[in-house]
């Protein structure tokens, strides 16, 4: 079974163009209205960051051989039943003939504050893999193979994104990969973790100086956590899915 990577490497510089384009959009946009929100929210409000992730993944899905699926990204039909939550708004779903086949979330953070903000992404990234799998155990999404569940997070390259942290654990020791670790490896490793136990089918991280608005300049950290795999798994799914018919 053949795949198709639809050009992703020239999409995804094209998605970050886009990224860091439609945030400094939104912050000009707001500036002359004299309404700018305080720090790097005014980025962010136009809610439209993501969306050259989004089509990437829709070229993939109708390049595998599902052109006629249903690829949710309105916000009306995004939402999953969960199982500890009555349900879960995601980024994206792409459903088949009533059939779940992938569901996938695509995330962003842009410094200085990486600290909190790393522990609510991580918070959220486990909660939400755990509500779903429990969810498709139980038969949420009814009586069908595995879906594809993707975690991508675009993170800001800048020096309080690459710099060491420190951790200082009173009772125990924190895991040694940790120790000294910046929030670039953190979430290299975050990414690595949720892979290799199965959270998600495929979980990425990619980071981007905000120069890339004019280069579309992005880097990968590990081959696990890097996008090529993230885009070959999604495909070979998408192609499974279309084999099955």
Known sequence: MSINLADY??????????FWGNREAARLKQIEGGKADQGERAGVTAGKNMDGFLALATDLVHANGLEHAEICIERK?????????PTKLWDMLVMNGGR???AIEFK??????????????TEEAIGTALDFWTAYREGAFGDNPRPFAGWLMLVE??????SPVGENSTHFPVFEEFDGASYAERYNILC????QEQLYTAASVLLSPREAIDTGEYVELSELTGLATFVTTFAGQIA??????
């Open 240 to 245: 499974a899915e279309a084999a099955r018919e």
């Open 77 to 85: 039909v995004l939402t999953l039943p969960g199982y500890f939550r």
């Open 192 to 195: 690595r973790k949720m892979a």
């Open 157 to 162: 390259d800048c020096d309080a994104c690459r």
């Open 108 to 121: 962003s953070q842009v410094g200085p504050s990486f600290g909190n903000n790393f522990n609510n992404r």
């Open 9 to 18: 490497e020239a999409k995804t510089r094209e998605a970050v163009k886009a």
């Open 100 to 102: 779940l086949v992938a």
